[in-house]
């Protein structure tokens, strides 16, 4: 299965401030999705990023506050924009496995807005 | 429906016992179950999946119980150590989703030495 680094590990971050979090895989995925695990929560999905399209937003996430890039097949950034204390979360990345199923996911990165 | 329910939402179990996690599901279109277990400060790994067309899958120690027509699935954990104190997350998937992976809402284990 792919190997996903994900930077930073955690950030300590003032309100009204952007955060841009990074995924590097080691292989050429297609999908690479990004979700959110607020503190003690599930995993909620934010968006789906493509290369080489505009990534699809779920419901209640918006390109203006979670903008995403995806230049290449193994790269991909997360933007956390005009942080509040609600934006306090662990994000993660996640690529499909083979054939489509046994998603990975990264270490996540660690976000705490004061 | 997309929704995956998950119980319990903790769970304490004796060294040595079967932890016992279940899963429902709405959706008749999934076609793909894993469990993830997730560490604190780690991403969730993927620990082991079924399909529907099968009732049971086993890998060592871990099990899932698939029930088609209940739309239900279930993690058992035979002969539990401490070190499998951790979250689980049941998930569903349907390629027509999108591709998206859809969560239960975990279960916080611990095994008592």
């Known amino acids: 299965s792919a190997v996903i680094s994900q930077k930073p590990s955690r950030d300590i971050c003032q309100r009204g401030t952007s955060l841009t979090i990074q995924c590097q895989v080691d292989s050429q995925v297609t999908m690479m999705f990004w979700y959110r695990q607020q503190p003690g929560q599930s995993l909620t999905l934010i968006a789906t990023?493509?290369?080489?399209?505009?990534?699809?937003?779920e419901s209640g996430f918006v390109i203006d506050k979670f903008p995403i890039s995806r230049p290449n097949l193994t790269f991909s950034t997360l933007t956390v924009s005009n942080m509040s204390p609600e934006d306090s979360s662990i994000y993660l990345c996640s690529v499909e496995g083979d054939r489509g199923y046994g998603y990975t996911f990264g270490s996540g990165t660690r976000l705490t807005v004061v | 429906q997309q929704q995956v329910k998950q119980s319990p939402q903790s769970l304490i179990v004796q060294k040595g016992g079967i932890s016992i996690i279940n899963c429902a599901y709405e959706n008749t279109a999934f076609d793909y179950f894993p469990w993830y277990q997730q560490f604190p400060g780690k991403g969730p790994a993927l620990l082991i999946a079924i399909r529907p067309d099968v009732s049971e899958k086993k890998e060592g120690r871990f099990t899932i119980s698939f029930n088609k027509s209940a739309k239900q699935f279930s993690l058992h954990i035979m002969d539990s150590q401490p070190g499998d104190s951790a979250t689980y997350f049941c998930?569903?998937?349907?390629?027509?989703?999108?591709?998206?992976?859809?969560f239960g809402a975990g279960t916080i284990l611990r095994v008592k030495s």
């Open positions: 998930a569903a998937f349907n390629m027509e989703y999108g591709n998206k992976l859809v």
């Open positions: 990023a493509n290369q080489g399209s505009e990534a699809t937003y």
